[in-house]
């Protein structure tokens, strides 16, 4: 008579499962494991499409400064209609109050290529290892005023009283000239430094400062402050500033493929401004806030985009040079054709760069 050991039975049926477990547990692990390897690879397709242009090209990473005015325009709607994609960029924008600032953020290595009115650029040239790569922008002389309140009506009437300025910024520069144009001495008046133009029209309305030079964008702000009136333009100095592409030379020492990118990215977004005044101005308001229809008027009848670097741009930046040294607002001298790297753009554009 058979005897059957059930214990036995039992033991062996739980090992069979514990074993039938193990595989399974092995075989969905496996399979786990090729689905994230092909995961994985999936998102290394798109990291290297995301740096790569259209044609295959490798994209170059850079970190670029903008002010908060129509000056950072070209910057903003060539990464918004991916100009600089198509011209070999990976642009990261970062917006600051003025040019200098952002020429300031590249000495101090938070971006590499910033922009400046040329005295502001000038200032910062003499303190670090940065390169001119171009003209790219320019406002009229009519695109900024002096307004005054308190009864002055005249140049003279400034004498005793505290203006308004932004260091370091074209602003100064402004100053200076008019004082020398009106006959006035720097020491007859107070200059009171603010760090943005917002602060600037705060202390122009409570009548801290008596006068300031304002962008069109504020000119409707600033008359509306009570006794305020318009006294000049740039005209009334002769001055028209200009404004210009800046880097650290290192970003362009031996690859001068990325300032002709960045030039050729640049002078599309000047035709795309021209052609497309609207959507440039309703970009103007979505990243820097300008009411739109002011952006607009700017970008109709107070702003030249334009790339280049000509005789007359090469002269300007001289003469600025010379004048502000002379005049103890640079105190560092420097060469400035050390200053220029202009093989891009020439690389770019042959017949825009036309100095001696």
Aim: net charge negative; with cysteine; aromatic share 8%.
């Amino acid at each position: 008579m058979w005897k059957v050991n059930f214990k036995s039975n039992r033991g062996g049926t739980g090992q069979v499962k514990s074993k039938q477990s193990r595989v399974w547990k092995a075989v969905a692990g496996a399979v786990l494991l090729m689905g994230i390897m092909i995961s994985l690879s999936g998102c290394g397709d798109v990291k290297a499409k995301s740096e790569e242009t259209a044609d295959g090209a490798k994209l170059q990473k850079v970190r670029i400064g903008g002010d908060s005015s129509l000056f950072s325009l070209q910057f903003r709607v060539a990464k918004e209609q991916g100009l600089f994609e198509k011209n070999g960029i990976d642009a990261e924008i970062s917006t600051f109050s003025f040019g200098i600032d952002t020429l300031n953020a590249v000495l101090t290595d938070r971006v590499d290529v910033g922009e400046a009115m040329d005295y502001a650029a000038l200032s910062a040239l003499s303190k670090g290892d940065l390169k001119v790569l171009s003209l790219f922008s320019s406002p009229k002389e009519t695109s900024s005023k002096l307004f005054a309140r308190d009864g002055i009506s005249r140049p003279e009437d400034l004498i005793g009283k505290k203006l308004g300025v932004q260091k370091g910024t074209v602003n100064e520069y402004i100053w200076g000239k008019y004082f020398e144009t009106f006959h006035i001495d720097k020491k007859d008046v107070t200059l009171v430094p603010l760090q943005s133009t917002a602060e600037i029209l705060a202390a122009y309305d409570r009548g801290d400062i008596q006068a300031a030079w304002f962008g069109t964008a504020f000119f409707d702000k600033a008359e509306k402050v009570e006794g305020s009136k318009a006294l000049n333009d740039l005209s009334a100095i002769n001055i028209r500033t200009k404004g210009f592409l800046v880097a650290k030379a290192a970003l362009v020492k031996d690859n001068p493929q990325i300032s002709a990118g960045l030039n050729k990215a640049l002078a599309e977004a000047s035709k795309y401004i021209a052609d497309h005044p609207e959507e440039a101005a309703e970009l103007a308001f979505k990243e820097v806030k300008i009411p739109k229809d002011n952006a607009l008027r700017e970008i109709k009848n107070e702003w030249e985009f334009d790339v280049r670097f000509n005789q007359e741009d090469y002269d300007q930046l001289k003469e600025i040079k010379e004048w502000s040294v002379a005049n103890g607002y640079i105190e560092q001298d420097f060469k400035l054709d050390d200053k220029l790297a202009l093989e891009g753009l020439k690389e770019a554009f042959p017949d825009k760069v036309t100095i001696q």
